[in-house]
């Protein structure tokens, strides 16, 4: 099996203790996923469809269309399908435009008082022959993580101060239907927050269009400190980190 890049990474060298974890989500279980137009793609279920309340209570910001991806199918690229020869997909991922439209995706946390708010991802090329494609535009896909201030801690894309950005990019895969996927771990500064509460915008610069996957979002005070992938089933636990890192928050803003 063809070996995974590794992109953007931050290596943390002097942990001060444990990252927190606050989302992780490979996509896999859509609330709703219609197979429009037999395309192997659903340009029309919003992500919220698709994968909000995953933990309960979780929202997503979204601009313009982010869609949901079938790999494997039966239908795209003439009957190729998306195909998957690195097995980090699964059955689904989330596909963005770069230039026909601007396309954002935004994830709101309230990270504490931890001094980075740590993203790891996949992220490859890939192409619609559908809704309006071709778009690839001859580069490889650049994404751009932004970290927001949200006081609040409202669902949005990011509109309050922007407290860092990172870009980091793929390849460009053999052609148009199959992912080549590079793991991408990116650190994001929470320094200048508010209160804690944070909005993280996912944009794609370059490519034209492209794919992510396997989302693992943590609080540290190390860039690029990530704990290991759960298992299936541990929303009950992110919540309860998401209220431990809360409740340190307000202890340390109060002496």
Same mark, same amino acid.
């Given at each position: 099996?063809?070996?995974?890049?590794?992109? +953007?990474?931050?290596?943390?060298?002097?942990?001060?203790?444990? +990252?927190? @974890?606050?989302? &992780?989500?490979?996509?896999?279980?859509?609330?709703?996923? !219609?197979?429009? %137009?037999?395309?192997? !793609?659903?340009?029309?279920?919003?992500?919220?469809?698709?994968?909000g309340n995953q933990p309960p209570g979780f929202q997503f910001g979204q601009t313009f269309t982010v869609e949901t991806l079938l790999v494997e199918g039966s239908f795209a690229h003439g009957g190729t399908g998306f195909l998957d020869p690195q097995n980090r997909a699964g059955n689904h991922v989330l596909g963005m435009l770069s230039a026909a439209q601007n396309d954002f995706l935004g994830l709101s946390f309230?990270?504490?008082?931890?001094?980075?708010?740590?993203?790891?991802?996949?992220? %490859?090329?890939? =192409? @619609?022959?559908?809704?309006?494609?071709?778009?690839? =535009?001859?580069?490889?896909?650049?994404?751009?993580? %932004?970290?927001?201030?949200?006081?609040?801690?409202? #669902?949005?894309?990011?509109?309050?101060? @922007?407290?860092?950005?990172?870009?980091?990019?793929?390849?460009?895969?053999?052609?148009?239907?199959?992912?080549?996927?590079?793991?991408? #771990? !990116?650190? $994001? %500064?929470?320094?200048?927050?508010?209160?804690?509460? *944070?909005?993280?915008?996912?944009?794609? $610069?370059?490519?034209?269009?492209?794919?992510?996957?396997?989302? *693992?979002?943590?609080?540290? =005070?190390?860039?690029?400190? #990530?704990?290991?992938?759960?298992?299936?089933?541990?929303?009950?636990?992110?919540?309860?980190?998401?209220?431990?890192?809360?409740?340190?928050?307000?202890?340390?803003? &109060?002496?």
């Amino acid at each position: 099996m063809k070996g995974l890049a590794l992109a +953007a990474i931050v290596i943390a060298t002097t942990p001060a203790q444990a +990252a927190t @974890l606050l989302y &992780s989500q490979n996509f896999e279980n859509p609330a709703t996923f !219609v197979n429009y %137009s037999n395309t192997d !793609v659903d340009p029309f279920t919003t992500v919220n469809g698709g994968y909000g309340n995953q933990p309960p209570g979780f929202q997503f910001g979204q601009t313009f269309t982010v869609e949901t991806l079938l790999v494997e199918g039966s239908f795209a690229h003439g009957g190729t399908g998306f195909l998957d020869p690195q097995n980090r997909a699964g059955n689904h991922v989330l596909g963005m435009l770069s230039a026909a439209q601007n396309d954002f995706l935004g994830l709101s946390f309230n990270v504490g008082a931890n001094k980075f708010l740590n993203f790891r991802l996949d992220l %490859s090329s890939i =192409d @619609l022959n559908s809704w309006g494609g071709p778009f690839f =535009d001859g580069k490889a896909p650049k994404f751009e993580f %932004s970290l927001f201030d949200n006081p609040s801690g409202a #669902v949005g894309t990011g509109s309050g101060a @922007l407290l860092s950005t990172v870009q980091a990019s793929g390849t460009i895969a053999a052609n148009r239907w199959t992912f080549d996927w590079t793991e991408t #771990v !990116v650190g $994001l %500064s929470t320094a200048g927050n508010t209160n804690g509460n *944070v909005t993280l915008r996912i944009d794609l $610069l370059e490519g034209g269009y492209a794919a992510m996957d396997n989302f *693992v979002i943590a609080a540290a =005070d190390n860039p690029g400190e #990530v704990p290991a992938i759960p298992e299936p089933g541990t929303w009950a636990m992110m919540l309860g980190g998401l209220a431990a890192i809360a409740a340190l928050s307000r202890r340390r803003r &109060s002496r």
